[in-house]
């Protein structure tokens, strides 16, 4: 498995501890920057982790920016993208388990590094448990083809 990350400029701390996490967790990843603290603008690294993980380059992605709000938003607008929030271990496992989240989002200036730490490792165990829940996920991704088609139609 190879775990796409991104950040802005206020992720970039949190962006090194989410890596040493995942080296610790012997996963590979794939750093998408930012690189440095230069102010930059978080859709432009929501994007191109979110359409990796959409073209299968990567597995999974996780995403940081200040809050983990506008990153997330970003990238749930790439088709086939569900990304979660989360600010606790328990989300973040049921990210995987019921919503089949194929990325993370952390607030870097809401999290702490510990628990951030643990939220990775939460949703990197997590596994999704099909049944009931997939029905639901195929209902999420019926709503993107119908918008689609409207918005071409
Ligand atoms: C950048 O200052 C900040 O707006 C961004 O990191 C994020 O919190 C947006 O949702």
């Not at 989410?18 to 690294?45: A, C, H, M, N, W």
């Not at 982790?49 to 709000?69: S, W, Y």
């Not at 496992?93 to 590094?113: E, I, Y």
Request: hydrophobic share 45%.
């Amino acid at each position: 498995m190879i775990v796409g990350i991104g950040c802005d400029h206020g992720g970039l701390d949190l962006k090194q501890v989410v890596l040493d996490t995942i080296k610790e967790l012997q996963i590979e990843s794939r750093d998408f920057g930012t690189f440095t603290s230069d102010s930059v603008d978080y859709p432009d690294f929501a994007r191109p982790v979110a359409m990796a993980v959409k073209e299968r380059a990567v597995q999974l992605g996780i995403l940081i920016c200040g809050t983990g709000i506008g990153i997330s938003i970003a990238a749930n607008k790439v088709p086939g993208i569900r990304a979660a929030l989360c600010a606790d271990t328990f989300s973040a496992k049921m990210a995987r388990a019921h919503n089949d989240a194929n990325v993370l989002c952390l607030g870097a200036r809401t999290l702490g590094p510990g628990l951030a730490q643990e939220i990775v490792r939460a949703f990197l165990a997590g596994k999704f448990e099909g049944g009931r829940h997939a029905a639901r996920v195929a209902k999420i991704h019926a709503i993107e083809t119908e918008c689609s088609a409207a918005s071409q139609g």
